[in-house]
T-cell receptor
Framework: DADVTQTPRNRITKTGKRIMLECSQTKGHDRMYWYRQDPGLGLRLIYY???????NKGEISDGYSVSRQAQAKFSLSLESAIPNQTALYFC???????????????FGPGTRLTVL | DAKTTQPTSMDCAEGRAANLPCNHSTISGNEYVYWYRQIHSQGPQYIIHGLKNNETNEMASLIITEDRKSSTLILPHATLRDTAVYYC????????????FGGGTRLMVKP
């Protein structure tokens, strides 16, 4: 979805390096998410944010941190990258529907990260 | 969120309708049925969702049985670009707001 962009699209880094993945959206959504996907597996939630003052840990937050710089921007940092953080990383945004009873998530194109 | 069961893979001829089934026999009254798809290594793409009634949009139709224990996603005129893994998810909004993708159905559209 072109409304959600991620940079970089591909990144190769070395163990111990700090890296940042960035996500921007033009959908005007308050809610943003970071997921990772490993080969043959589903998505796992790393962090999510309901607005600029709200940050929440997801299922697998250890080794990661996030920053919500503005409604439209949500960054994911790996403080000291390790090889098992090699994965596809997706950013998503969502908008509640049905009076807040559910929501629909829209995903960016992904960042392929390789940690050597 | 309720568990879903989908066939591992399906084939469909280009131009024909693709009917992808999903069983969700333990669905609860406030859970919605969602369909997403993922084309190889791209970001998952939202397709459609519904609660009780059948739904249609520009991409697909969603047929939910009266007892809500199963549903079918219909792509009316499949194209080669519809080749993807299709995920059926049942969920209610919650504080975790996490999408849980199961195995999905790998749809292969053939010329």
């Amino acid at each position: 979805d072109a409304d959600v962009t991620q940079t970089p699209r591909n990144r190769i880094t070395k163990t111990g390096k700090r890296i940042m993945l960035e996500c921007s959206q033009t959908k005007g959504h308050d809610r943003m998410y970071w997921y990772r996907q490993d080969p043959g597996l589903g998505l796992r939630l790393i962090y999510y944010s309901f607005d600029v003052k709200d940050i929440n840990k997801g299922e697998i937050s250890d080794g990661y941190s996030v920053s919500r710089q503005a409604q439209a921007k949500f960054s994911l940092s790996l403080e000291s990258a390790i090889p098992n953080q090699t994965a596809l990383y997706f950013c998503a945004t969502s908008d509640p529907v049905a009076g807040g009873l559910t929501d629909t998530q829209y995903f960016g194109p992904g960042t392929r990260l390789t940690v050597l | 969120d309720a568990k879903t069961t989908q066939p591992t893979s399906m084939d469909c001829a280009e131009g024909r309708a693709a009917n992808l089934p999903c069983n969700h026999s333990t669905i609860s009254g406030n859970e919605y049925v969602y369909w997403y798809r993922q084309i190889h290594s791209q970001g998952p793409q939202y397709i459609i969702h519904g609660l009780k009634n059948n739904e249609t949009n520009e991409m697909a139709s969603l047929i939910i049985t009266e007892d809500r224990k199963s549903s079918t996603l219909i792509l009316p005129h499949a194209t080669l670009r519809d080749t993807a893994v299709y995920y059926c998810i049942v969920r209610v909004y919650n504080a975790g707001n996490m999408l849980t993708f199961g195995g999905g159905t790998r749809l292969m559209v053939k010329p």
